[in-house]
């Protein structure tokens, strides 16, 4: 026996789906003995599927690898018991001992005895009468003519049972109230059986770059229904502010509080952007829930108190809103950290906000921690739908209370201190009620000394800088042209790091003394680096006081994303496979690779290789339109995605050298894989004869090699209604690789040329599909021509074997040029 790949590789998958279907049946039936009660409730733990499978792998690989050194032998045997007597301490023995180190330096002939005395079959089946019916043969092996057949068990199925019997024998006691009770856990099994318990079911991190999530998808089909539908024509805030009940002026019950502006002092909290994973979203609401915190700077110490107030500034679940990504993204981590009153209710609606606790008359009388939100960007993708669900008609963010009834807000702070809420919606600036509400506040209630902090989901500031564009128009009115100086502090998020800018003293008018971005409230991280050089804004010269993360430690993070990025989103290379294959679909197949072997040296393959890869190159641009288009997509894409702050020119080179360095990349792929695929057919690794035909190879090679007597297979295949051989057949004709390359002949190098032709009165039509072959002539006035020019086309697949379909449609587009008439192949051998 030997290595022979496409018996190991057929083995294999008959030996794993064989043995994911019998364990599928064991656990079947073992939980329905479960059900009846008949075993222990242990029992009702559901096994893992990857576990099933891991061991089904496993156990084929030790098939596969006993089969090639093996085979599939039976012995022939006279007495039974000497034989096995006489196998299994014949190296005990002190007049074989030598005989046995002769051996081991003949590895022949030691792997010979290995395997038919250290790994023989169990017995006969004439041993097991009750399990006659139910095993494998071995294969007969003597030399000379065999006297009979041989009723021996296969060595393989005895090993493949044995293994099986193993598992099923460890799952089985595994899961008996026996071993429950006869052995307790440890101390340290039982501590991390607790902690698993007791850990919070928090969502993980949101798979911005897998591609596969479903929520993704969603998540940008809300974002064009708000685009398109609400924002510009249903305004969310429009809304708001005819519902809002309008007293004393520009006093509104809805969107002004003044009930924190009697207090001595107030300590408030910022943070924006929750809502993303479990884990780091908790971590920061646990440490705003601590009642207070000790920062050691040099040798001093600062103690920090709770806030009395919780500023939130938007994006408070990723990546869609809706009700189950506010329940576990946002209100789950913070209900863990600080739990809401016993008596508060989730489900329950608040109708007419604010419901006080028991006890307490009016909101100033309230001591405990308050909560004020705004929306962000993620939070309008549904028009502001669950915002106004969750937020503003529920009453507890955990133990923080939440008072506020719309969006947007005012608050009044003691020692004539301000916030202004905003609600920035998708446009990135606040809309004419909102401006008309801050306004008339400004003109009838801030004085001339009061300081206002604007409170925003974008921080124009930075990204007006990064993209050299002008936004929040409206939101720089307010500040410039209503405040006048007042407004002392502007604070953000969206960008999910931290930085702090103050203004440098000059001469004049400063609009905004600080601006604060924080949004490390649990998302992924930002880098700070790429705004290391912002220092204008309004006119003013500012400088950067604090970054989180620093600027070289955000530079270096950023470099080894190069190669953390796929470690952290390998789903996104299923992405990057479909455009790939976009790209060099029409390139397939390459049959003539063998000049890349000519060469003797290795520069000489890599000169040819390369060589191969700038022909297929050209080749995308002159004659592959599927893939040209996909290329000029790309393109398109990839300038779009270029930061618009530079030139045209600059965006173009950009994205022409990237473009290029993917269709280069998907170009070498492509030739590997062929390379790969022509070496496998040169060795005859791969099918060559048809679909099927590694499944029949393989049915004539089990016949022979694994004699069935009792008819096993066949009542296999009964019972699972030929799902079991199907599964295996349509595994194999994946290793068709061939006949499939046979197929897209016409697809890689007649189709789209041939339609080039029809411009020169030629050819009208040439259309393929699995289940026919149409050609249609127009114009026969050259019918020799159109034959010629066919088969000049397909010359180059002479590397390739062409079925004999492949010349039937040359005779039917020769006949249709000389008759007119179309004529139709049909391939149902094909389907």
Not at 109 to 123: H, N, R, T
Not at 568 to 581: A, S
Not at 687 to 695: F, I
Request: glycine share 6%; proline share 5%.
């Amino acid at each position: 026996m030997g290595v022979d790949m496409r018996m190991n590789l057929s083995l294999f998958l008959s030996i794993y789906i064989s043995s994911i279907l019998f364990l599928l049946v064991f656990h079947i039936i073992f939980l329905g003995l479960w059900y009846l009660g008949l075993i222990s409730r242990v029992a009702g733990r559901r096994p893992e599927i990857l576990t099933i499978l891991q061991n089904c792998a496993v156990i084929s690989i030790a098939c596969c690898v006993f089969y090639s050194h093996c085979g599939n032998r039976a012995m022939l045997r006279q007495r039974p018991l000497e034989r096995r007597t006489s196998n299994w301490f014949s190296f005990w023995k002190k007049e074989e001992r030598n005989t046995w180190l002769a051996k081991f330096i003949r590895m022949n002939e030691l792997k010979d005895q290995v395997c038919s005395s250290w790994f023989a079959p169990v017995g006969s089946a004439s041993d097991y009468p009750l399990l006659s019916k139910w095993v494998i043969y071995g294969e007969l092996a003597c030399n000379g003519s065999c006297p009979g057949s041989s009723d021996e068990i296969s060595p393989i199925y005895s090993l493949w049972a044995t293994f099986i019997g193993l598992y099923i024998a460890n799952y089985v006691v595994e899961r008996s109230t026996g071993w429950a009770l006869t052995h307790p856990l440890s101390v340290e099994e039982f501590e991390k059986l607790k902690k698993n318990q007791m850990k919070p079911d928090f969502l993980d991190m949101v798979p911005w770059y897998s591609g596969t999530s479903a929520d993704l998808f969603k998540t940008v089909f809300d974002l064009l229904v708000s685009v398109t539908v609400f924002v510009g024509r249903f305004d969310m805030r429009m809304m708001q502010a005819a519902m809002s009940r309008v007293h004393n002026g520009a006093k509104q019950d809805d969107l002004f509080y003044d009930h924190l502006s009697e207090k001595e002092d107030l300590w408030f909290d910022f943070m924006a952007d929750t809502g993303d994973g479990g884990n780091s979203s908790y971590a920061v609401a646990r440490l705003l829930a601590q009642p207070s915190l000790r920062l050691t700077r040099d040798d001093s110490v600062l103690t920090l108190p709770r806030g009395d107030l919780l500023l939130i500034g938007g994006d408070l679940a990723y990546p869609n809103p809706s009700g189950f990504t506010y329940e576990r993204r946002l209100f789950c981590p913070f209900e863990y950290a600080l739990q809401p009153p016993p008596w508060y209710k989730p489900e329950h609606i608040a109708a007419n906000k604010p419901e006080l606790p028991e006890g307490v008359s009016e909101l100033k009388e309230y001591n405990g921690p308050q909560c004020f939100l705004i929306p962000g960007n993620h939070d309008w993708f549904d028009g502001l739908n669950t915002f106004m669900r969750y937020i503003c008609h529920k009453s507890w963010l955990g133990g923080w209370f939440m008072p506020q009834k719309k969006s947007y807000f005012a608050l009044q702070l003691p020692k004539r201190w301000w916030v202004f809420g905003l609600d920035l919606s998708l446009h990135a600036d606040i809309d004419v009620y909102q401006f008309k509400f801050f306004s008339e506040l400004v003109k009838n209630k801030l004085g001339e000394n009061d300081s206002v902090i604007i409170m925003t989901h974008e921080p124009h500031w930075l990204l007006d800088w990064y993209w050299k564009g002008v936004s929040g128009e409206n939101v720089s009115h307010l500040i410039c042209d209503y405040l006048k100086g007042r407004c002392k502090l502007r604070i953000a998020g969206d960008l999910h790091h931290y930085m702090r800018h103050s203004c440098v003293p000059s001469e004049g008018p400063v609009h905004v003394q600080h601006l604060l971005v924080n949004g490390c409230g649990g998302a992924f991280l930002h880098p700070t680096h790429v705004f290391s050089n912002f220092n204008k804004f309004y006119g003013k010269t500012y400088e950067c006081k604090a970054a989180y993360p620093s600027f070289d430690d955000s530079s270096r993070i950023a470099l080894g994303n190069i190669l953390k990025f796929r470690k952290k989103n390998w789903q996104f290379d299923f992405i990057g496979g479909i455009i790939y294959f976009i790209l060099v679909f029409s390139m397939f197949p390459q049959c003539k690779l063998d000049h890349i072997w000519q060469d003797d040296s290795f520069s000489g393959h890599m000169r040819n290789f390369f060589g191969t890869v700038w022909n297929s190159f050209i080749y995308v641009l002159e004659h592959s339109f599927i893939s040209l288009a996909g290329v000029v997509l790309l393109l398109i894409t990839a300038i779009a995605f270029v930061p618009s702050k530079l030139a045209r020119k600059k965006r173009a080179i950009i994205g022409i050298l990237h473009v290029s360095a993917h269709l280069a990349a998907a170009l070498i792929l492509m030739l590997l894989l062929e390379l790969g695929l022509e070496t496998c057919i040169r060795h005859k690794l791969l099918a060559t004869s048809g679909y099927h035909s590694l499944y029949q190879w393989y049915r004539s090679v089990e016949s022979e090699h694994f004699p069935d007597p009792t008819g096993l297979r066949a009542r296999i295949e009964q019972w699972t209604f030929g799902l079991y051989p199907a599964c295996i057949k349509y595994l194999m004709s994946a290793f068709d690789v061939p006949e499939v390359r046979n197929l897209s002949l016409f697809g890689r190098y007649d189709t789209f040329s041939i339609v080039n032709y029809i411009n020169g009165g030629k050819i009208a039509r040439l259309w393929l599909s699995p289940e026919a072959i149409f050609a249609r002539m127009v114009y026969s006035r050259y019918p020799e021509g159109v034959l010629s020019y066919i088969t000049r086309q397909s010359s180059s697949t002479s590397g390739c074997s062409q079925p004999q379909w492949f010349h039937w449609c040359l005779d039917a587009i020769y006949m249709s040029a000389l008759t007119g008439f179309t004529y139709t192949l049909t391939r149902p051998s094909l389907l």
